[in-house]
């Protein structure tokens, strides 16, 4: 049997990832977003050690664990920090994410599709490790209202929308339901699944 069919999902800040993320599971696709492995990683003894040497004990929450809010406070103001982040965390969530494809490639009724959710997927040259990829983007006013966080200083660091979708394979500009994503989703796997 075929090992499932590797989609990332990518997407600016706030543009609905995460949504259709959850519309891919909704549709039968097994699942992961980077942000998950970022949070098992960050519980990792060696990877916990190493970023609380780098970052300080500021970062640390009254039950040991990281306090990501904190870690975001940190990088997102200190480029170098950030830089340092990524370098270490990336290769590392690459490599989680591969062993996961090919645990899912062993189960005797394997998912026909994988979909990962990687924020920065063309920024690392993530996207060499996957079979399609799906663009979600959004007007930057729009990501700005659903976004929790300063978009501005991130997204300069960010490929252009236009050049992310030119690249893709699939596309959607957010500014509906959560039906209509729904929808586009279901159509992508249907395209996915019968070629």
Known sequence: MAPPIAVAITGGIGAGKSEALRAFARHGAATVSSDEIVHHLLRRAGVRDAVVERMGNGIVAPDGEIDRGALADVVFNDREA??????????????????????????????????TEVPLLYETGGDARFDK???????????????????????????????????????YTNVGSLEELD???GSVMHDLVST
């Open 183 to 185: 929808a586009f989703v």
């Open 133 to 171: 990829v799906v663009v979600i983007t959004a007007p930057s006013k729009l990501r700005r209202a659903r976004s929790e966080v300063a978009t501005d200083d991130r997204e300069s660091r960010l490929l252009h929308d236009r050049e992310k979708i030119a690249r893709a394979d699939y596309s």
């Open 82 to 115: 950030l830089a340092w982040l990524e370098e270490t965390l990336h290769p590392l969530v690459a490599t989680e994410y591969l062993q996961w494809r090919e645990q899912l490639a062993a189960l005797p009724d394997a998912p026909a599709v994988c979909v």
